[in-house]
């Protein structure tokens, strides 16, 4: 049988263990759609990835993103530990520990930079997509009760909103760590009560952190993509970026490049640090770039590759 190896790495995380762990298979020649799909609901990760020859030769790599139920079309852990794997492979040149490269994804082409971090750490940053913000959305005790929580536990002052630099997550704001800590998604009133709202993603925030110089405390829930939580989510975190500029809850107002610091997934016991620079002029942002270190793990090789299964004709009277 052909074998597959892939890299085990876990991402926004100094130490093993920690982050967001995915799945890297550094060449997904000859997997169909359905294997990769298959493949992914076997590791059960959040997300696997599998790169491929660019359909562009201008770009470097094609990276196709999956959960353990569907494709996406793009997603921030995925792409930047895809693009450490590569580099620490030596498929992306890196000259004093810094280089970049181009992914296609579903989305389009996502610029990609690495760099030394310090402590033998490489920081890799991707590119996102500029905000498309959806309306400030009214049904505030609808998405509550989705959580498991109360209308009083989302923050007064701050809109619940769709906000999307590639994918659209629905924005939520709890007033504090104990009100965030007692979120739970509801499977039976997800798509009812979020759907309309713009996005069936919700990343719930509050200002209120449990370590000092961190901007958010995070918790971002998919039930319906198979991930009941994630433990980092780097394509949440460009769009939260962009709604505190939007909604001026800045740390320097006079700031043209705002980093903002997420902490996320201590509730799974794997923290995770996520960073998120918003270039704007005045209120219009013009650049996200979300950045994050990565740790490997391990290695692994699939020695069974899903075939197709046969059609049955069901027996007819």
């Known amino acids: 049988m052909p074998e597959h190896r892939y890299e085990l790495v876990d991402v926004f995380t100094d130490r093993p263990f920690g982050g967001n762990p995915l ?7 000859g997997l169909t759609d359905a294997a990769m799909q ?22 470097d790599f094609r990276v196709r993103i999956f959960t353990p139920a569907e494709e996406l079309p793009m997603a921030g852990h995925p792409t930047l530990g895809t693009a450490f794997v590569l580099a620490q492979a030596g498929r992306i040149a890196l000259a004093q520990g810094r280089g970049s490269a181009r992914f296609e994804e579903g989305v389009g082409v996502i610029p990609v930079t690495l760099e030394p971090a310090g402590g033998g750490l490489t920081l ?5 997509r ?16 989705a959580l498991s929580a109360d209308e009083w536990m989302l923050h007064p002052s701050y809109p619940v909103q769709a906000v999307s630099c590639g994918i659209p997550f629905l924005i939520v704001p709890v007033r504090d760590l104990e009100a965030i800590r007692r979120l739970s998604p509801r499977r039976d009133l997800w798509a009812a009560r979020l759907g309309p709202a713009g996005s069936l993603l919700a990343m719930a925030f509050t200002l209120q952190t449990s370590r000092p110089g961190i901007t958010a405390h995070c918790r971002m829930f998919a039930p319906t993509l198979g991930v009941p939580e994630d433990p980092a989510t780097g394509a949440a975190a460009g769009p939260l970026g962009c709604y505190f500029v939007h909604h001026a809850i800045l740390p320097r107002p ?3 490049a705002p980093e903002f610091r997420f902490e996320q997934g201590l509730e799974l016991g794997r ?5 998120a620079t918003i270039r704007r002029q005045g209120a219009r942002v013009d650049g996200v770039l979300v950045a994050g270190t990565c ?12 075939r197709p299964q046969p059609t049955h004709t069901a027996l007819r009277r």
Do not use: C, Y
């Open 124 to 128: 890799v940053t991707m590119e996102q």
């Open 23 to 29: 799945a890297v298979f550094p060449d997904g020649r």
């Open 271 to 275: 923290p995770s640090l996520l960073r």
């Open 38 to 59: 298959a493949i992914a609901r076997e590791l059960n990760l959040s997300e696997t990835t599998f790169v491929l020859p660019p359909a562009d030769p201008a770009n």
């Open 295 to 306: 740790v490997p793990v391990g290695t692994g090789v699939l020695h069974a590759v899903p």
């Open 254 to 256: 006079e700031d043209p």
């Open 130 to 145: 500029p905000p498309v913000f959806g309306l400030d959305w009214e049904d505030r005790k609808g998405v509550a009760e």
